[in-house]
């Protein structure tokens, strides 16, 4: 059975930094398309990044230069470090594997 779960979330100052985990089971997150997403109040779920099973990495617009994605092959884990966060980096942040396994998201507030 495939599970994905989140953690590292909370509250950050604008302009902190915070790092999201994303832990599997039920499968080997090396061999797959792993990417975490976003979805603010009232928006839609968007792309935040992707990393494909051969290490190619893409970020969405917003993020570029301030986000990374990474993956620990021998903890099953994929990660997300946050950068320079802004107010507009509010969300809930889901995991996603192979493009149709979600996380149940983990909430990210920068405020002041």
């Known amino acids: 059975q495939v599970q994905l779960v989140e953690s590292g979330g909370g509250l950050v100052q604008p302009g902190g930094s915070l790092r999201l985990s994303c832990t599997a089971s039920?499968?080997?997150?090396?061999?797959?398309?792993m990417g975490w997403y976003r979805q603010g109040h009232g928006d839609e779920r968007e792309v935040v990044a992707v990393?494909?099973?051969?290490?190619?990495?893409t970020y969405g617009d917003s993020v570029k230069g301030r986000f990374t994605i990474s993956r620990d092959n021998a903890k099953n884990t994929v990660y997300l470090q946050m950068n320079s966060l802004k107010p507009e980096d509010t969300a809930v942040y889901y995991c996603?594997?192979?493009?149709?396994?979600w996380g149940q998201g983990t909430q990210v507030t920068v405020s002041s």
């Open positions: 996603n594997a192979a493009w149709k396994h």
């Open positions: 039920g499968f080997t997150t090396r061999n797959y398309v």
């Open positions: 990393m494909t099973s051969d290490g190619t990495t």
